[in-house]
């Protein structure tokens, strides 16, 4: 094996029938929505917990 860090690899073609992409795609569209929920779940307690110690919006 060649150690030499100066190796690339250059793709230049898929060849993937249309149907096959399609299905692919769409199992990353439905896969998507779950991490999609836990991030925003997790984003909400993050910025709740920051509002609450730095104080929360400002009151006039």
Do not use: C, E, H
Not at 13 to 29: E, Q
Not at 43 to 50: K, P
Request: hydrophobic share 55%.
């Amino acid at each position: 094996m060649d150690d030499n860090p100066n190796n690339q690899v250059k793709i230049i073609d898929i060849n993937m029938p249309f149907w096959s992409m399609v299905k692919f795609m769409v199992k990353v569209a439905i896969a998507s929505i779950p991490a999609f929920i836990i991030l925003s779940v997790i984003g909400t307690i993050v910025f709740g917990l920051l509002g609450g110690i730095l104080g929360g919006p400002a009151r006039y």
